[in-house]
């Protein structure tokens, strides 16, 4: 893939729309099935995703021409191990109170698919400011992908939204089970799909 | 050999015979469970059968697929689902169940004759896992009176109980004596079907009629049913006591839903291997994650769960046991 | 050749940089990541103990730190306290062996502040200084034993054990009669919605109040969680109108020798955490008893 062309708005809505994520790039499929039980668990999640992938973005787009193409993928595998561990320890230190919410989310990311994917598919090919939005669009696509899920299963598993009890009743427990984390994605990648198909349609149907 | 009911060789004429007939067959437990826990359970069953019914054609519409609900195959989902609940659920938890049966595990999962999993046990497990409460509670009394419209109404709650296997699980068989009778009477009102439980699994002498029907009119084969229960049987009394060997064989297999899975669900066309060696190994894979749920496991009873492990296993069986046509010696005799 | 040369050194300067950034953080972080940590476990237990923010720990409340290490010594196997002593002008640790009966064995002076206490590096190296080898030592577990002016306030007994997926992870506080007064649940892995509600306070305060004989052979009974013991257990929660004082003493009287009521959906974290909350009680109880005739029957100043 030849450096990008788009502007960094096209990079940005881009990560949320077109490519996002959870839906049409279906990368880190684990936190997508496992931890979006709650609209909080995605927004920490997700926010933890955005640091870490705009960090590793920008490092690596930064160092791209020095790195070795032969051991581009332990480079970025470490570049965001150190970007976690740090993040990880200066919340611990300084932001207690974020930590304790954030503390287990940030951990897990180390071993996500969507950032290493991205390093290599993106940052290592453009400029910094080009990797800035494009981590920015992806870390928010992620937050919404995760939030969008989460919404239905804390509304149907628990009839509360943000811990707030909207429903005052437990619809369909089922939703807080991990089997329908699955069923979740499974539902909206369909949703997307679908939206994409009747769009399209209706594009072809213009140019005649 | 008996006659090989794969999906691949369904025509509609038998097709339609061979499900009809095993409605007719399910049908008799229903009704004497009218008489076991009341009428409550013939209202269930029917909710059951006609919201299935009513998926498999909004589905089929849905998804731009001939409607085929003659066949009789939903109806025999409704009516298995129905058999696995509890008789004190709310009315509408069949509904909710057959959704998540005929569109998600029927249609959605592979379609008619390609879903993976048993579409009943899908429903129930999904009820499982979504209405505990009501799912692992509202076991009720058996009517010893003839009074079947004593459950109907508000007071449900009140008189709920605790099944023979989860008594057993989580107070010995002192505790199961003391609250059944003695070791006879306890295996003859098993055997008829006199004993908490779900709506269609408790008299284990309906089923085994049904389904020796089945296997006399060759609808099912032997293998699978003959090896579930022995399987259970065998590890049971191996394991099942105190002490190596001391297990209640008879207990095991009169108890919880095993007979109607061994006989009913197991033996589902779809779902289940075609040939004998690996209808034997699906068997006893049923079997052995039963006992393993029943004694080792968070639940009281584990056929529904053991059957459902076991389905998406069959692709691989069927693989394994193919009959090699093209074999010079052995491919002559098949 | 040349190449791999240059694949080993781009590697090695990757990952000499990640290390010295990594280490250089986690050197300007640590300590106040760890004074975090403790600073988290110390307001649990005061949370336990009943002192919040709006209501802060008067000045002579004193929490005492026991640590149980056993000692093997070929095949002879003693138990021995870490146990802090008033000296002459500070608190200084001692270390008491006692043998499986419960019989006094030996008694060291131990070169270590409470402060330095905290560390499990530091008290290796102190034991090492007394106990020779080829004796060997294991760290076991510890308690805190919280004291207010010259009373023995409460217990505080950090605690794990399995739950339904994972360990759970728990502190206890239990008054001098082993009575208990609060439980926290600290870490844990059960299901969101069902095993986790074990956090939630209509479940753990079902604990508060029960009584040493209770809990001894307390169990979980699947009946539902009647309304207005449901309502007490969550007045601390401070939505809803309070319930008038009358009202709470009699149902606290009256739920005070019930079972646990289970979780719906959760029966079996349930019951992890009940048999858990027991066993931890009737072995302390068990531990605690013994020291204490030992420590009187040696005379020795301990600090708690």
Redesign the interface.
């Known amino acids: 893939m030849p450096a990008t062309t788009k502007t960094n708005f096209q990079l940005f809505t881009n990560g949320i729309l077109n490519e996002n994520p959870i839906f049409r790039l279906a990368l880190s499929m684990c936190p997508a099935v496992g931890i979006s039980t709650t609209v909080m668990n995605g927004i920490m999640l997700g926010i933890a995703v955005l640091f870490v992938q705009v960090f590793s973005s920008c490092t690596i787009s930064l160092i791209k021409n020095y790195i070795h193409p032969r051991i581009r993928i332990p480079t970025y595998t470490l570049t965001i191990a150190t970007w976690v561990t740090v993040i990880d320890l200066v919340l611990a230190a300084f932001l207690p109170a974020a930590y304790k919410e954030m503390g287990i989310f940030v951990k897990l990311i180390v071993a996500f698919a969507i950032i290493t994917m991205r390093l290599e598919i993106f940052a290592c090919k453009n400029s910094v400011t080009s990797s800035f939005w494009d981590g920015v669009g992806m870390g928010l696509g992620f937050m919404f992908g995760m939030m969008a899920i989460g919404f239905v299963r804390e509304l149907l598993g628990m009839g509360t939204i943000l811990g707030h009890d909207v429903l005052g009743f437990r619809p369909?427990?089922?939703?807080v089970?991990p089997?329908a984390g699955f069923?979740c994605v499974g539902i909206m990648m369909a949703m997307f799909n679908y939206v994409e198909l009747v769009y399209n349609r209706k594009k072809r149907a213009e140019k005649r | 050999m008996t006659v090989s009911v794969s999906p691949h060789v369904k025509s509609g004429q038998s097709v339609e015979k061979i499900m009809w007939t095993v409605v007719a067959c399910l049908l008799p437990p229903l009704i004497l469970s009218i008489f076991i826990f009341g009428i409550q359970t013939l209202i269930i069953s029917i909710i059951s059968v006609a919201s299935c019914a009513a998926v498999e054609a909004i589905s089929q519409k849905l998804l731009h697929r001939p409607v085929t609900i003659k066949d009789g195959s939903a109806v025999i989902t409704g009516l298995l689902m129905a058999y696995v609940i509890p008789p004190g659920v709310p009315y509408w938890i069949p509904i909710?169940g057959a959704v998540m049966a005929i569109y998600?595990a029927k249609h959605l999962l592979g379609g008619i004759g390609f879903n993976i999993f048993n579409p009943a046990l899908i429903g129930r497990a999904?009820l499982m896992?979504?209405?505990?409460?009501a799912m692992t509670?509202a076991w009720l009394p058996p009517i010893r009176d003839g009074a079947i419209f004593r459950y109907m109404g508000p007071a449900v709650d009140a008189v709920t109980t605790a099944t023979p296997l989860y008594i057993l699980k989580h107070y010995g068989p002192s505790a199961l004596m003391e609250k059944f009778g003695s070791m006879p009477a306890i295996y003859g009102d098993f055997l008829v079907g006199w004993r908490p439980g779900c709506i269609g699994e408790t008299s284990a002498i309906l089923i085994l009629l049904g389904g020796l029907y089945l296997i006399y009119r060759r609808y099912i084969t032997w293998h699978i049913p003959v090896s579930v229960i022995v399987t259970v049987a065998l590890l049971t009394w191996a394991f099942g006591g105190k002490t190596l060997f001391t297990g209640n064989p008879l207990l095991a297999v009169l108890s919880g839903g095993l007979m109607l899975g061994a006989f009913f669900m197991a033996t589902d066309y779809v779902t289940s291997p075609s040939q004998a060696t690996a209808k034997l190994i699906f068997g006893a894979g049923v079997g052995a994650l039963t006992v393993l749920i029943r004694l080792k496991g968070?639940y009281p009873e584990g056929v529904c769960y053991a059957i459902l492990l076991m389905n998406p296993v069959v692709p691989a069986l069927e693989e394994w046991f193919r009959p090699r046509r093209f074999a010079p010696q052995k491919g002559a005799q098949q | 050749m040349k190449e791999i040369i240059r694949i080993t050194l781009g590697l090695t300067v990757s990952c000499l940089i990640a290390a010295l950034v990594m280490g250089s953080v986690f050197i300007v972080t640590d300590k106040a990541k760890r004074h975090n940590e403790h600073v988290n476990v110390q307001n649990a237990m005061l949370g336990l103990l009943g002192y919040t923010e709006a209501h802060p720990a008067p000045s002579d409340l004193r929490l005492y730190t026991v640590y149980r290490y056993i000692i093997e010594d070929g095949d002879v196997r003693t138990l021995g306290y870490m146990v802090p002593v008033t000296g002459n002008e500070a608190v200084r640790y001692q270390l008491v062996v006692m043998d499986l009966d419960g019989q006094f064995v030996d008694r060291f002076k131990l070169d270590i502040t409470p402060e330095k206490a905290q560390e499990a590096v530091e008290r290796a190296s102190a034991l090492k200084a007394v106990l020779k080898p080829p004796r060997t030592f294991v760290y076991s577990d510890s308690t805190i034993i919280a004291r207010l002016g010259k009373k023995r306030l409460a217990y505080l007994l950090p605690g794990k054990f399995p739950g339904?997926k994972t360990f759970i992870q728990v502190i206890l506080a239990i008054d001098p009669s082993f009575e208990i007064i609060g439980l926290e649940i600290m870490e844990h892995e059960e299901d969101p919605g069902?095993g986790a509600e074990i956090k939630q306070d209509y479940f753990k305060n079902q604990f508060k109040g029960k009584s040493f004989e209770k809990i001894k052979n307390i169990n979980v009974t699947?009946e539902p969680l009647p309304k207005e013991y449901k309502r007490y257990l969550e007045a601390g929660k401070g939505d809803g109108t309070p319930l008038p004082k009358g009202v709470v003493d009699t149902i606290r009287s009256k739920y005070q020798d019930r079972d646990i009521y289970a979780l719906?959906?959760a029966t079996?974290s349930s019951k992890a955490v009940t048999d858990g909350v027991k066993n931890i009680i009737k072995k302390f109880a068990y531990r605690m008893n013994r020291l204490d005739s030992l420590i009187s029957e040696q005379h020795i100043p301990v600090a708690f």
């Open positions: 369909l427990l089922f939703f089970l089997a069923f | 909710l998600v999904f896992a979504t209405f505990p409460v509670s968070g | 339904f069902l699947k719906t959906g079996i």
